[in-house]
């Protein structure tokens, strides 16, 4: 008897620890050793998912993830980062984490709008979040092939490099950009006016002095539709806004190209370009915009569109 | 003095037992009753021959290209379709999706590329309805290109390759382009959405080589003469048919009075709008000779 008894407590004590194991399998598991850490911004942003989704499938590594939108400790973060042999970072705020962590380790980054600015290590590798300038012109091209001349704010601060190359290629291309340096935004609405008046479109980019808040851009939208001019730019929300196309990087590329990356280092391949552009373009046309204005469009070029708005 | 403790920890197991793992008789009549109810969600019944409420379907999946933009061609193919009658667009960005939800139905009609109505066709009894025209062609051929650094003939050297296609497909394709069926598996593919992405990918070195159609090639050569100039073509594969209208053998009436709307879909300004979001202009009748082509 009292073996039996024993024999039932000894069952019940296991049930417990196995249902212990089932419940907290994961931070368990998060402890171990793994070939590659993904740390992610904020796993519930669709565009960060969506690359570490397409990450996962294409890498054949044990891959271990963390979310730090979950908000986990510094010391929780080293832990994983020391186990690892790579570590993936999917966004700004996940590089800054891994950068105090990850001293020694290959990082790959994605996801980081203008990555330059960050700092770098020499094993830091990753993709851009911004498509090659020359990529952009052509798709703005394949759909407005009538467009000759586009319309730049840039300042020399920050963006007077890209503006020059971004000329060039445009050159090659048949295209002529006119530009107008700006060095404070109060003067955005007098410049553009006057450069509205010599080109076919607007071209919207991401230059914190010709843009430093939302009400910048929405003035820009504004003045943009007064004057019936298409605003081509850089972020599918824009959009909805009023931007008239809008060529962005397709996200779940650039988590297959962030794979391959982390692949050919972990298999000890040279790596020739730390940083890549990416490889895949995602095209939104706002048709509203379209009809308004009286553009003429390529319509063979619709199945380059992912998405018209109506 | 342990003893009774014993008991009383083992007793209340036992009872903890009984409660959660065995249900009165009355419960198990209950749920028992309730099966019926959920009847269609587990018995292999096409669950959307309930959902779709009689409407006739279209199924499109398309194994040569990646482009996300199921939500505007969707919306685009309903709107048009609902002019004509009953009928709904479903795209799929997933085969095996696609294939479950097509497969024995007599009241839809699919849009597939021909690679893969060769797959199923036998499985799925389907007959070739129309094929897609574009710029009055039937066919495409795809072209393995790379950028002029040296390449030497070697699988290596390819690595890794941007296609527009799905895997399997340009898989399929390389086995016949290249020849070398075994070093292919070592062969990594960068699933990109849109030809034109392969081939700028290649050309600013985000991958070594591109499979493209000779239709994408000829228009970067027009949009980019200094880019295409850049680029070679190494290897090119066979002629193959365009997007496809297939159906079962015995599709319901309804199933051809919609190959005929979307068969008239280019005489419509909007309707030939959206075939060109499936860069398409165009369908034809398919011969028997394109038939013998297909085989090939």
């Known amino acids: 008897?009292?073996?039996?008894?024993?024999?039932?407590?000894?069952?019940?004590?296991?049930?417990?620890?196995?249902?212990?194991?089932?419940?907290?399998?994961?931070?368990?598991?998060?402890?171990?050793?793994?070939?590659?850490?993904?740390?992610?911004?904020?796993?519930n942003v669709e565009k960060y998912k969506a690359v570490q989704d397409e990450f996962i499938k294409g890498t054949p590594y044990s891959v271990t993830t963390l979310d730090l939108g979950d908000g986990p400790d510094g010391e929780k973060i080293e832990r994983l980062i020391s186990g690892a042999d790579l570590v993936c970072c999917i966004g700004a705020k996940a590089y800054r984490a891994s950068y105090r962590h990850a001293k020694n380790k290959k990082v790959v980054f994605s996801s980081i709008i203008n990555w330059r600015r960050l700092p770098m290590t020499d094993d830091t590798y990753g993709v851009s979040n911004e498509l090659h300038t020359r990529m952009t012109i052509?798709?703005?091209?394949?759909?407005?092939?009538?467009?000759?001349?586009?319309?730049?704010?840039?300042?020399?601060?920050?963006?007077?490099?890209?503006?020059?190359?971004?000329k060039k290629e445009a050159e090659e291309l048949g295209l002529e950009i006119i530009g107008r340096p700006i060095s404070d935004s109060s003067h955005t609405e007098r410049v553009l006016n006057g450069l509205l008046d010599n080109v076919d479109a607007y071209w919207l980019i991401p230059d914190p002095t010709v843009m430093p808040e939302k009400k910048a851009l929405f003035n820009v939208l504004d003045i943009c539709d007064k004057r019936k001019k298409p605003v081509l730019s850089y972020l599918d929300a824009f959009s909805v806004f009023g931007a008239t196309l809008v060529v962005s990087a397709d996200n779940p590329t650039i988590g297959r190209q962030a794979a391959?990356?982390?692949?050919?280092?972990?298999?000890?391949?040279?790596?020739?370009?730390?940083?890549?552009?990416?490889?895949?373009?995602?095209?939104?046309?706002?048709?509203?915009?379209?009809?308004?204005?009286?553009?003429?469009y390529n319509k063979n070029a619709l199945r380059l569109v992912n998405r018209i708005l109506k | 003095m342990t003893k009774p403790s014993n008991n009383v920890t083992v007793n209340i197991a036992m009872k903890l037992y009984k409660v959660l793992f065995r249900p009165k008789l009355s419960v198990i009549v209950l749920m028992l009753s309730l099966v019926p109810l959920f009847f269609p969600l587990i018995a292999d019944v096409p669950s959307e021959s309930i959902a779709r409420n009689g409407k006739t379907m279209v199924y499109f999946y398309s194994s040569e290209t990646n482009i996300n933009n199921?939500?505007?061609?969707?919306?685009?193919?309903?709107?048009?379709?609902?002019?004509?009658?009953?009928?709904?667009?479903?795209?799929?960005?997933?085969?095996?999706?696609?294939e479950q939800e097509a497969k024995n139905r007599n009241d839809a009609l699919l849009i597939l590329s021909s690679w893969h109505f060769q797959l199923i066709k036998a499985q799925f009894g389907l007959v070739?309805?129309?094929?897609?025209?574009?710029?009055?062609?039937?066919?495409?051929?795809?072209?393995?290109?790379?950028?002029?650094?040296?390449?030497?003939?070697?699988?290596?050297?390819?690595?890794?390759?941007?296609?527009?296609?799905?895997?399997?497909?340009?898989?399929?394709?390389?086995?016949?382009?290249?020849?070398?069926?075994q070093a292919l598996d070592s062969l990594r593919i960068l699933p990109v959405p849109k030809d034109i992405d392969a081939l700028?990918?290649?050309?600013?070195?985000?991958?070594?080589?591109?499979?493209?159609?000779?239709?994408?090639?000829?228009?970067?050569?027009?949009?980019?003469?200094?880019?295409?100039?850049?680029?070679?073509?190494?290897?090119?594969?066979?002629?193959?048919?365009?997007?496809?209208?297939?159906?079962?053998?015995?599709?319901?009436?309804?199933?051809?009075?919609?190959?005929?709307?979307?068969?008239?879909?280019?005489?419509?300004?909007?309707?030939?709008?959206?075939?060109?979001?499936?860069?398409?202009?165009?369908?034809?009748?398919?011969?028997?000779?394109?038939?013998?082509?297909l085989e090939a």
Not at chain 2, 129 to 154: A, E, F, T
Request: with cysteine.
């Open chain 2, 200 to 293: 700028m990918s290649v050309g600013f070195q985000m991958s070594h080589s591109a499979l493209v159609t000779d239709h994408s090639l000829k228009n970067l050569a027009d949009l980019d003469p200094v880019l295409h100039e850049k680029l070679n073509a190494v290897n090119e594969g066979v002629e193959s048919m365009l997007l496809m209208m297939a159906a079962p053998a015995t599709a319901a009436d309804e199933v051809h009075k919609l190959v005929t709307v979307i068969e008239n879909m280019p005489e419509d300004a909007d309707g030939l709008n959206i075939l060109k979001m499936l860069d398409l202009d165009g369908w034809k009748v398919v011969d028997p000779s394109d038939l013998s082509k």
């Open chain 1, 260 to 296: 391959g990356i982390a692949m050919d280092i972990l298999s000890g391949k040279e790596i020739v370009d730390k940083v890549q552009f990416p490889a895949g373009s995602r095209i939104t046309l706002n048709m509203k915009k379209v009809q308004d204005y009286g553009l003429e």
């Open chain 2, 70 to 98: 199921y939500t505007s061609l969707k919306t685009e193919f309903d709107k048009y379709l609902s002019r004509f009658g009953s009928y709904e667009f479903q795209p799929f960005n997933d085969r095996k999706t696609f």
């Open chain 1, 138 to 166: 052509l798709m703005y091209r394949s759909i407005f092939p009538k467009m000759k001349k586009i319309g730049i704010l840039y300042s020399r601060a920050y963006t007077l490099q890209w503006f020059n190359d971004a």
């Open chain 1, 1 to 43: 008897m009292r073996f039996k008894i024993s024999l039932n407590k000894m069952h019940f004590f296991l049930s417990i620890c196995l249902f212990a194991l089932f419940v907290f399998q994961s931070s368990l598991w998060a402890g171990e050793p793994s070939d590659i850490l993904v740390i992610n911004s904020n796993a």
């Open chain 2, 128 to 181: 070739p309805l129309r094929v897609g025209l574009r710029n009055g062609n039937y066919q495409q051929k795809r072209i393995l290109v790379v950028s002029d650094r040296k390449y030497n003939n070697s699988i290596a050297d390819l690595t890794p390759v941007a296609s527009a296609s799905s895997v399997p497909h340009t898989r399929s394709v390389l086995e016949k382009v290249l020849r070398k069926h």
